[in-house]
């Protein structure tokens, strides 16, 4: 099995970390960069849900920054983005590191500081500072967890996994495009930055999956081994993101076209025969396995309703583009948080009662912003807002409490 993304315990013991890795003395909350990224990043998202739904109840009035470029709806489209989901991603990558290179990760006060540049950014971003006060904090913590993840790679010259903190490279230019067009009053600039950063998370999810979900399913199965996909397809798949973040990046496939279909159709057909791969009837009897598989499900949808809408069936991209970013990318955030967040605090990989809840309502809403929202919208943004609000106000209530604890076995981390 690929070391790539096992972030949980490996099911032989990993060579012990080195004494400084003793975190013991070092408050729990930040001991690992998956406690303070996961949590707040799911507060943020919360807040950033009821702002945006304020927005359209006339509740809220936008940020100054962003008022040039339509107020509340570029905020929401660079937020979600770059300041939800890319906390997320530091907070699974920051984790991940250490058990790919048996190297203590950030924690202590490292950590405490690159998560007050994220912190700072999103708050400057809220209150309308002027846009350097904003970038300089946001692109510094994207550059400098690309540093903290490639200088650990490098050290234990794990050159196959360069691929992580060269995405978060790109995301980083994909954000300065985004701020530039927001500091030029450019409107496509902006969306062309957010779109990109939004397939480079994919790209990240599809190395993400294509590595753990057949591990996943098969120790929450009991399975003699994993079942992944071919690596040549995987590759490719993730291959495919990056291209079309760069392409989206200079605005290419942003209008209907022929010349479209086939491609968004190809990849939606490779990433449904992927999960094919890796299903097994019993994952509908594991929360914390159908989950993960819902939410590949939703990124082939997302794929092939990107083929109807440059075939013409489709009038707008906005539905394949909510499959894609409510369904499948905060889908599969929720489904791995939960689960990462249990095994990398030493408790049981069981879902509670809870947490079903939260998964089926997040599938919910993204059927409702998807499939309802298009003819009736204001009642299907309404379902969907208050299903995210719900899913991951439940992880929020649920988890705060094991986040902010030390490990239940107490080892460290």
Not at 94 to 104: F, G, M
Not at 158 to 165: I, K, L, T, W
Not at 346 to 357: D, I, K, N
Request: net charge positive.
């Amino acid at each position: 099995m690929p070391q790539l993304l096992r972030i949980e315990e490996p099911q032989r013991a990993p060579r012990p970390l080195p004494p400084r890795a003793d975190k013991s003395d070092v408050y729990p909350l930040w001991r690992l960069g998956f406690r303070p990224f996961f949590l707040f990043g799911v507060v943020f998202s919360l807040f950033a849900l009821a702002l945006w739904i304020g927005f359209y109840a006339g509740w809220t009035p936008a940020p100054a920054t962003w008022e040039p470029l339509g107020g509340w709806l570029s905020w929401h489209r660079h937020e979600m983005p770059f300041g939800f989901a890319t906390a997320i991603v530091a907070g699974f990558l920051l984790t991940a590191i250490q058990n790919w290179t048996s190297r203590p990760s950030l924690s202590g006060k490292p950590l405490l500081g690159l998560f007050a540049l994220w912190a700072l950014a999103r708050l400057a971003w809220l209150v309308g500072a002027p846009w350097p006060v904003a970038a300089a904090p946001e692109l510094a913590f994207l550059l400098l967890l690309a540093f903290a993840t490639g200088r650990l790679l490098w050290r234990a010259r794990q050159s196959h996994n360069y691929s992580a903190p060269f995405t978060i490279v790109m995301m980083a230019a994909a954000d300065a495009l985004s701020i530039a067009g927001l500091a030029t009053v450019n409107d496509d600039w902006q969306r062309n930055g957010a779109l990109a950063v939004v397939w480079l998370i994919v790209a990240l999810m599809t190395m993400i999956g294509g590595r753990v979900i057949p591990f996943f399913t098969q120790r929450g199965l009991g399975r003699a081994a994993p079942r992944p996909a071919p690596l040549w397809l995987d590759a490719t798949l993730m291959a495919a993101a990056l291209v079309l973040a760069l392409l989206s990046a200079f605005g290419l496939g942003a209008t209907a076209s022929l010349v479209w279909v086939a491609p968004f159709a190809l990849l939606a057909v490779a990433h449904a025969w992927r999960l094919w791969r890796w299903h097994d009837r019993d994952i509908w009897r594991v929360p914390l396995l159908w989950s993960l598989h819902l939410a590949c499900l939703w990124l082939a949808v997302a794929l092939a309703a990107f083929a109807l809408f440059h075939a013409g069936w489709l009038t707008s991209s906005s539905i394949a583009l909510h499959a894609l970013t409510v369904g499948a990318m905060s889908g599969l955030i929720l489904a791995m948080i939960a689960r990462v967040s249990l095994g990398h605090t030493g408790r049981p990989l069981q879902a509670s009662g809870a947490m079903t809840w939260a998964f089926a309502l997040l599938n919910l809403g993204a059927a409702a912003r998807v499939f309802v929202a298009p003819y009736f919208f204001m009642a299907g943004l309404a379902v969907a807002t208050v299903c995210w609000l719900a899913a991951f106000g439940i992880f929020a209530w649920r988890y705060a409490p094991i986040l902010l604890a030390p490990r239940a076995d107490g080892k460290p981390g």
